[in-house]
């Protein structure tokens, strides 16, 4: 890069989900841990900025403890006498909204050295009286720059923050997170509007973050790459755990994307086994860089499959003591790879850090075990206790699994087609545990019931704020808006009509519960 004083330097990092586990006495700190190496980082490598992309807490209403150690974090690194390097050349109440609508670093009552900007994720979003969310207690206390929040979703308006050190302008977009099935309908009926600097614009840097689905899990439950604006350089993309640090290019619109991934294990899945890094991005006018840099206090985490029926000398008659035999011996073996991989992990880090997890950390591994065939699985935490001692995660070291029919039926027939032997390998899909969804319940508790003014989605989207946000009043919103609503277009209906008996009314209250429904599905209330 050339001259310093053109360059601006951003330590981004997303999903570090502060307060996940907290209670657990083996790996409660594990997410303060990093993300104080992330912040150390950022003080080591000097650098103008911080970027996070999403879920910097686990919980939509963080604990105490949670909330005094992020702002304890935020204190100690945040504050001192460093002079800000970056101007900031926007409308603050357009960015950052709220009563001290202003970027932190040129607020007179606080001494910002390193300013943070953030985004919400799915996990720490707005909800609930008021709207709000932690990212608004951080933002009110001073020391975090919370943009990309949207008041409305079917019409979003998405305007840059404008910064420029020496001769770069960066022209920063964020977009809290939104739900994908929501913001796929808007982005596809052309109702988000990216705003563009209204001078020079040729000469910004369009960096943009958002907190969404990246890969598909469905048709509209994700937000496909070519749906964002052609004129961006560069785009930050949270939500997936995975890390993918080095920037794809999307030739469709001639961007690149980085995805930093998880800074945490959140779930024991392969993605969150890939070594964890952050981004060091340098902007120098229109041109960047991306260099990753690999975090050390991270839990080492390892995992791997097993199939039963592909095992030498085991078979369905084969006792529980002879399979638990075999996969103990599996576990030991990864274990012993888990400190290999944290010694190198250890190597690796940046000399700066000192290691928090101690020399031999208590690792999390994972065996998911194939038993399709026969064979008979046994208790996964009665096998857990054999390494009580050893590992960070002894209930659930084993995830018994069987595959699909279709699975089945598929590879057989990519073993008749190819001629390949053992064509039921490790890529089969494992069979979902039977789960029934919230919708389902409802729907089947109001058909049961006299309550046929309900909707089953709305009491479902409802059931989720109130379980998953903690929104103690959602249920109780939901009825009165939609009873209100209810008795309201009943009223518009029947205006003229004074004759109404009940039979008509239980048809004015159909037909409105399913326009109302159907309303609900436009809207994605109910789906996970």
């Not at 009665?382 to 209930?395: E, I, K, Q, S, Y």
Request: hydrophobic share 40%; charged share 25%; proline share 5%.
């Amino acid at each position: 890069m050339p001259d310093d004083r053109d360059t601006l330097s951003i330590l981004v990092a997303t999903d570090n989900h502060l307060g996940y586990l907290e209670r657990d006495p083996v790996r409660g700190q594990d997410s303060f841990d990093a993300f104080s190496e992330i912040m150390q980082l950022a003080q080591a490598y000097r650098v103008d900025m911080v970027l996070l992309g999403g879920d910097l807490f686990h919980d939509n209403r963080p604990s105490r403890k949670s909330l005094h150690q992020a702002l304890s974090l935020f204190r100690t690194h945040c504050l001192g006498d460093k002079p800000v390097s970056i101007e900031y050349l926007s409308d603050p109440q357009v960015d950052f909204g709220g009563e001290f609508s202003n970027v932190n670093y040129e607020d007179p009552n606080i001494n910002i050295s390193l300013p943070v900007f953030s985004i919400h994720g799915n996990h720490d979003d707005p909800s609930g009286h008021g709207n709000l969310s932690a990212m608004d207690m951080l933002a009110v206390s001073g020391f975090v720059n919370y943009f990309g929040k949207q008041t409305e979703v079917e019409n979003i308006r998405v305007s840059p923050v404008l910064l420029r050190k020496g001769g770069t302008r960066l022209a920063l977009y964020g977009l809290g997170n939104i739900r994908d099935e929501r913001l796929h309908r808007t982005i596809a009926r052309k109702h988000m509007t990216m705003c563009q600097p209204s001078e020079d614009t040729d000469k910004w840097f369009n960096l943009m973050v958002l907190h969404q689905n990246r890969v598909a899990h469905g048709p509209k439950n994700h937000i496909p790459e070519h749906f964002l604006s052609e004129f961006l350089d560069l785009v930050i993309w949270g939500h997936e755990h995975q890390c993918m640090v080095d920037p794809e290019y999307n030739h469709q619109r001639a961007f690149y994307v980085s995805q930093p991934g998880s800074s945490v294990a959140t779930s024991l899945s392969p993605g969150e086994a890939v070594a964890k890094h952050v981004a060091l991005v340098k902007i120098n006018r229109r041109n960047f860089k991306v260099d990753k840099i690999r975090l050390k206090n991270v839990r080492p985490f390892v995992i791997e499959d097993v199939v039963l029926a592909q095992v030498a000398g085991l078979s369905p008659q084969s006792t529980e003591s002879e399979i638990v035999e075999y996969l103990r011996g599996r576990v030991e073996r990864l274990i012993a790879h888990a400190q290999t991989l944290y010694n190198e992990q250890l190597a690796r880090g940046s000399e700066v850090i000192e290691p928090a997890l101690g020399a031999q950390p208590k690792p999390l591994v994972r065996v998911r075990v194939d038993y399709t065939g026969g064979f008979e699985s046994f208790h996964p935490q009665r096998f857990g206790l054999l390494f009580a001692d050893r590992v960070a995660n002894p209930r659930d070291i084993v995830y018994f699994y069987r595959k699909t029919r279709s699975v089945l039926a598929s590879a057989s027939a990519d073993k008749r087609q190819a001629g390949v032997a053992g064509a039921l390998g490790d890529s089969a899909v494992p069979e979902p545990v039977d789960a029934v969804h919230v919708e389902n319940l409802i729907g089947e508790f109001l058909d049961d019931t006299s309550m046929h003014m309900l909707v089953d989605l709305e009491l479902a989207d409802a059931v989720r704020l109130f379980v998953q946000k903690g929104d103690t009043d959602a249920i109780a919103q939901s009825l009165r808006a939609t009873i209100g609503d209810t008795q309201k277009i009943i009223m518009e209906q029947t205006l003229r009509d004074l004759s109404i008996d009940e039979k008509k009314l239980d048809q004015h209250i159909a037909k409105t519960r399913s326009l109302r429904r159907n309303k609900a599905v436009e809207d994605g209330k109910g789906l996970p």
